[in-house]
């Protein structure tokens, strides 16, 4: 009923910037929360940053100052400004929404998105 399709990974050199898309479509009603979070290799799937439709955000402090989370509620599309980059945030990030759906509005559903490689190389 709802897809999330993510872009803007790839390979970046040591202090260098990229923006992920996270762009939601199907049988929206609203989006309640949209959220960043990555998996590295041999590691736990982390929380990133999340942002509620009222705006407030809240962010893992290892990137704290570093990545921004935003979003477009008319485009149903989140982006994630990820400045300052280091190595150790190498991972496979992945989008995730919690979505009313059209035709059940006020039950919330969970999408994922199917994930985009960031290499951050030293």
């Known amino acids: 009923q709802v897809q999330l399709v993510e872009s803007g990974g790839g390979l970046v050199q040591a202090g260098g910037s990229l923006r992920l898309s996270c762009a939601a479509s199907?049988?929206?009603?609203?989006?309640?929360?949209m959220a960043w979070y990555r998996q590295a290799p041999g590691k736990q799937r982390e929380l990133v940053a999340a942002?509620?439709?009222?705006?407030?955000?809240n962010y893992a402090d290892s990137v704290k100052g570093r990545f921004t989370i935003s979003r477009d509620n008319a485009k149903n599309t989140g982006y994630l400004q990820m400045n300052s980059l280091k190595p150790e945030d190498t991972a496979v990030y992945y989008c995730?929404?919690?979505?009313?759906?059209?035709?059940?509005?006020?039950?919330?559903?969970?999408?994922w998105g199917q994930g985009t490689q960031v290499t951050v190389s030293s």
């Open positions: 995730k929404a919690i979505v009313e759906v059209e035709g059940r509005v006020g039950s919330k559903f969970q999408y």
């Open positions: 199907g049988r929206i009603f609203s989006i309640n929360t």
């Open positions: 942002i509620i439709s009222g705006g407030s955000t």
